[in-house]
């Protein structure tokens, strides 16, 4: 199923996707609150909303939320090799992968309250002017746990959806010289949507460590880079085990693969130089796609109070 989140008048609603239709669950009811365990709350509720839904509005007439708007927890990976050997050439042509990277899927603790809509606009962080996107896929976890066995992690996954986590990477590599973060270089704005695919959609799809999937960015029309989703180095059950050892991960709790190859402005700088291609600038139009996910289209615009036309 493809569960939306979607503004109604004053409040969020929550419904299924039927083709361009919206089967709306009662007034009140949000996806956190259908999670918490493998999957059968979530799946009889849309059921019961495709048969007999409260309303029906067409996805065209409304504006989509994030998918799950008020998520607990966000995790960030690096899951995608390619990416990684291109970025890290951002310090040095010939900087490698570093081989810690291979030995467990490493993450950060990102902003939820910085989590956005695929309809809402994109501010430039305050003080940066080397803006960048940065195209994911996350899971959503269903039911909760501690030290999950990778075995048994992917039964915690009540859904995937489009991540882009937006990047201030003048800001972001200015606080990293000390070791910490990053922090203020992630924080303003990261979005999450269309829609949240349930894991039985995308079974067809199985390969590897994801799903045979292509995903795409691209900035004003122009494709920046593609790649394809079960590139991903590990999986989402390798990075469930981790992030859930020794502590919990929880209902509503969102893990981002980390950036895929093609997918970033960092990139390419890495591998070609920073005249490559401008930073993001107040104007700009990004779209990120991943098949059987659907798009996200954002606008990039100016930090309020921000003079106008400038970064931040």
């Not at 419904?15 to 979530?42: F, K, N, W, Y």
């Not at 990778?150 to 070791?179: K, P, T």
Request: proline share 8%.
């Amino acid at each position: 199923m493809r569960f939306v989140t979607y503004t109604d008048g004053p409040s969020d609603r929550l419904g299924v996707l039927s083709g361009d239709q919206i089967h709306a669950l009662p007034p009140g009811l949000t996806l956190r609150a259908l999670l918490g365990d493998d999957g059968e709350r979530l799946h009889e509720a849309g059921e019961q909303a495709l048969r007999d839904p409260h309303d029906v509005v067409s996805l065209d007439g409304v504006r989509l939320r994030a998918p799950i708007p008020d998520p607990p927890t966000v995790r960030d990976f690096m899951t995608f090799e390619q990416h990684v050997a291109g970025a890290v050439k951002l310090a040095g042509p010939d900087v490698v992968v570093p081989q810690r990277w291979y030995a467990a899927p490493t993450f950060y603790f990102t902003n939820p309250y910085a989590v956005i809509g695929p309809h809402d606009d994109v501010p430039v962080p305050p003080g940066s002017s080397l803006f960048d996107l940065e195209l994911e896929v996350a899971a959503v976890i269903g039911r909760g746990g501690r030290d999950i066995a990778a075995d048994d992690a992917e039964r915690h996954i009540a859904g995937y959806c489009v991540l882009n986590d937006w990047s201030a990477r003048d800001l972001q590599f200015a606080e990293m010289e000390v070791r910490l973060g990053p922090a203020k270089g992630k924080d303003t704005a990261l979005t999450l949507g269309p829609m949240l695919v349930t894991p039985d959609e995308l079974a067809p799809y199985r390969s590897g460590t994801a799903f045979d999937l292509e995903m795409t960015a691209a900035i004003n029309g122009e494709v920046l880079g593609t790649d394809r989703w079960n590139a991903m180095h590990f999986s989402y059950a390798q990075m469930i085990e981790y992030a859930s050892r020794g502590t919990e991960v929880r209902p509503g709790d969102v893990l981002g693969s980390g950036t895929c190859g093609g997918g970033s402005l960092a990139e390419l700088w890495g591998n070609k130089g920073l005249d490559a291609h401008p930073p993001l600038r107040p104007g700009d139009t990004v779209t990120v796609s991943v098949d059987q996910l659907g798009s996200i289209t954002s606008r990039i615009v100016a930090y309020p109070g921000s003079p106008a036309g400038l970064a931040g």
